[in-house]
């Protein structure tokens, strides 16, 4: 099974009040805190709706500004067009991806129960979430997740989510 590492970057940042993934935690930017979560994990790791030095861009589909699903769809085409078999997400806010919470993802669809953003995806499924966001009343990973059969599981150190300044200073 070939696994693709997906960084979720195209969100606004609104909550943090400016961009997350050039934020700074322990001397590295939170994009690189996510690609070094998913790297042991997967054969290659891509960034979705944004450019980051050393990664391949691919956009989110079907248009930029519908939030994660859009992220994730554009990651699912990608794999399929790319021959991988599953897709591993995060954001680039995700901090301390751990090797307990990526083996608890198997078998796919799975996602955190905490942090569905972090979840092992089917790149088959790709026509499946294009089709659920021909409606926009259909934004909702955690929707998605459970029209998908996707399985939540809890683990005992969930990675971080930076959204507002106070969770990168608590960190």
Known sequence: MRVLGAILGGGQSSRFGSDKAVAVLHGLPLMDHAWAGLRPHVEAVI????????????????????GPLGGLLGALTYAQTAGFDLVLTCGCDTVGLKA???????????????????????????????????????????????????????????????????DLAAL
Do not use: C, K
Request: net charge negative.
């Open 47 to 66: 960034t979705v709706g944004r450019d980051w030095p050393g990664l391949v861009r691919v956009e989110d589909q079907p248009a930029p500004g519908l």
């Open 100 to 166: 307990e919470a990526v083996a608890a993802l198997s078998p796919a669809p799975t996602v955190l129960d905490v942090l569905p953003i972090v979840g092992l995806w089917p790149a088959g499924l790709a026509d499946t979430l294009r089709d659920w966001m021909a409606d926009p009343a259909n934004r909702s990973v955690y929707r998605f997740a459970d029209h998908a059969g996707a399985r939540r599981v809890a683990v005992a150190q969930p990675p971080a989510n930076i959204n507002r300044p106070e």
